[in-house]
């Protein structure tokens, strides 16, 4: 699967899990640029600070408490931080010691 494609499948997963539309392939390609910038001048510590803020960014509390009740919380998790394997942001064994 191709990186564009990626992205809308992703986007399109959260945002039918809330019920809205609260993200963009675009917000996510940001995102990614974002975290790539972040990793390099503040190492991962800063790349953790960094996600821990981004649910806040685009949904309410309550849709950040309905995506992690949802049953498909753990393959939208798997597939972000597949998509940040898939550009580089993290290597494959942080993205494994993430996933345990």
Same mark, same amino acid.
């Given at each position: ?9 992703? +986007?399109?997963?959260?945002? &039918? ?5 609260? +993200? ?6 940001? %995102?990614?640029? &974002?975290?790539?910038?972040? !990793?390099?001048? &503040? ?11 981004? $649910?806040?960014?685009? %949904?309410? $509390? ?8 949802? $049953? ?16 580089? +942001?993290?290597? $494959? ?6 996933? !345990?």
């Amino acid at each position: 699967m191709n990186k564009s494609a990626f992205y809308r499948e992703l +986007v399109q997963e959260i945002n &039918q899990t809330v019920g809205r539309e609260a +993200v963009t392939a675009d917000q996510l390609r940001s %995102l990614v640029y &974002q975290a790539k910038m972040i !990793r390099q001048s &503040q190492g991962l510590m800063g790349l953790l600070s960094f996600a821990n803020q981004l $649910p806040s960014r685009f %949904l309410t $509390p309550q849709e950040v408490q309905m995506i992690q009740r949802s $049953p498909r919380y753990r393959e939208l998790s798997n597939k972000t931080i597949q998509m940040l394997v898939l550009e580089g +942001v993290i290597k $494959p064994f942080e993205a494994n010691m993430v996933l !345990r």
